[in-house]
């Protein structure tokens, strides 16, 4: 039977580890770094740096890879969802900077389609914009974003993983129009970061800002990336801990700081996830939902899938029977999260959901034996 070995560090402090099937979650720890990453670390923790000439130097090596004019390490795409705003909002200008978040005779909405709220969308408002919406209960047209588009707007937010939605404007025409108001488009892409050309590719559509999560590629969990246009970076970079500590300005991003450490991580990180063999990557998330679809295999009033239908697989779902779900589903998240080791997988109202891409290598065995021993009793 495959084990999972205890952590001393955990265990001096009274902490259990967790066997993650939920994916790369931020209250889970977000990622685990590879051995050249922790390398790359331990070699920044020998010396001290400039942070603005490392914040500088970094930027432009992230900025060449992902192919835009300027980018910033930040703690998290959280903060550079409120780092992109509040860039919009001041420029770089000193006085404006240090009026956040009072926003009296500055700019003081960021718009937001309505089909497009999200959980995250409060992150643009920590310094002082109203978020606002967008359409009615038909969704959103492109005429009604247009005669929202004033004088007062600091940007517009748009969540990636949303375009398409139905009854919302799509990014190319909402940059377009936005563009054309003189308003920035700001695009939250935290997870976006596969296919590479997709990666990439969010730089190429016209949106003035992008946000990405660090750890979705590999770097710590505590890390992001602005990116997009030079000026607004720049404006962006004047909000941080660095320009609070080297400027006579007091700015509102000195909580939101990063290590040296973390701004190396980050750019290895990244050159390693855009060198990498992705087929072999998926092929290895592949083989580990397919270990864990062998242990359920022939229970009864269990169904499950593998997803993506064709092509590697990166989730499993396994689904209780109407007369299982409910009560009976919460029952075994129970159970995978008491038992020894603790594991965590997502679920929706019917169905576990299994991700393979924080799986340590033999870990779909302990997820695979759990379940079913859990969901044959």
């Known amino acids: 039977m495959?084990?999972?070995?205890?952590?001393?560090?955990?265990?001096?402090?009274?902490?259990?580890?967790?066997?993650?099937?939920?994916?790369?979650?931020?209250?889970?720890?977000?990622?685990?770094?590879?051995?050249?990453?922790?390398?790359?670390?331990?070699?920044?923790?020998?010396?001290?740096?400039?942070?603005?000439?490392?914040?500088?130097?970094?930027?432009?090596?992230i900025a060449e890879i992902l192919g835009c004019e300027a980018a910033?390490?930040?703690?998290?795409?959280?903060?550079?969802?409120?780092?992109?705003?509040?860039?919009?909002?001041?420029?770089?200008?000193?006085?404006?900077?240090?009026?956040?978040?009072?926003?009296?005779?500055?700019?003081?909405?960021?718009?937001?389609?309505?089909?497009?709220?999200?959980?995250?969308?409060?992150?643009?408002?920590?310094?002082?914009?109203?978020?606002?919406?967008?359409?009615?209960?038909?969704?959103?047209?492109a005429e009604q974003l247009a005669a929202a588009?004033?004088?007062?707007?600091?940007?517009?937010?748009?969540?990636?993983?949303?375009?398409?939605?139905?009854?919302?404007?799509?990014?190319?025409e909402v940059v377009t129009l936005a563009r054309r108001a003189g308003v920035p488009t700001l695009v939250d892409a935290a997870g976006q970061v596969y296919p590479l050309d997709r990666f990439t590719g969010w730089a190429r559509t016209g949106a003035d800002l992008v946000c990405f999560g660090a750890k979705y590629f590999g770097a710590p969990n505590s890390t992001g990336i602005l990116c997009g246009r030079r000026d607004l970076v720049?404006?962006?970079?004047?909000?941080?801990?660095?320009?609070?500590?080297?400027?006579?300005?007091?700015?509102?991003?000195?909580?939101?700081?990063?290590?040296?450490q973390e701004v190396i991580a980050v750019v290895v990180a990244l050159r390693e996830w855009m060198s990498m063999d992705h087929d072999a990557r998926l092929r290895g998330y592949d083989q580990k939902v397919r270990v864990m679809a062998g242990y359920l295999e022939g229970l009864p009033r269990v169904s499950i899938s593998v997803l993506p239908e064709y092509g590697p697989a990166t989730r499993l779902r396994v689904e209780l029977d109407s007369a299982s779900s409910g009560k009976a589903l919460g029952a075994v998240i129970e159970g995978l999260r008491t038992g020894d080791p603790s594991i965590w997988v997502s679920n929706d109202d019917r169905a576990l959901l299994l991700s393979p891409a924080t799986l340590s290598d033999g870990e779909e065995h302990v997820v695979g034996e759990r379940l079913r021993r859990l969901l044959a009793g």
């Open 149 to 172: 588009l004033g004088p007062l707007v600091a940007n517009v937010l748009f969540p990636a993983h949303l375009d398409g939605v139905p009854g919302s404007v799509s990014l190319a």
């Open 72 to 141: 910033l390490v930040t703690p998290g795409a959280a903060a550079a969802l409120a780092l992109g705003t509040a860039a919009c909002i001041t420029g770089a200008d000193g006085a404006r900077i240090e009026q956040i978040p009072d926003l009296t005779g500055l700019k003081n909405a960021v718009l937001i389609q309505r089909r497009h709220r999200y959980k995250y969308d409060r992150c643009v408002t920590i310094v002082g914009p109203k978020l606002v919406e967008v359409g009615d209960t038909a969704g959103t047209s």
């Open 234 to 260: 720049e404006a962006a970079a004047a909000q941080t801990f660095v320009s609070f500590e080297t400027t006579p300005y007091r700015t509102f991003g000195r909580p939101l700081k990063v290590d040296r």
């Open 2 to 61: 495959a084990s999972v070995t205890q952590s001393n560090v955990y265990a001096e402090l009274g902490v259990r580890p967790v066997v993650n099937a939920r994916g790369h979650n931020t209250f889970l720890g977000g990622s685990r770094l590879s051995p050249r990453v922790l390398v790359a670390m331990e070699e920044a923790n020998r010396h001290f740096c400039s942070m603005a000439e490392l914040q500088e130097k970094s930027g432009q090596a």
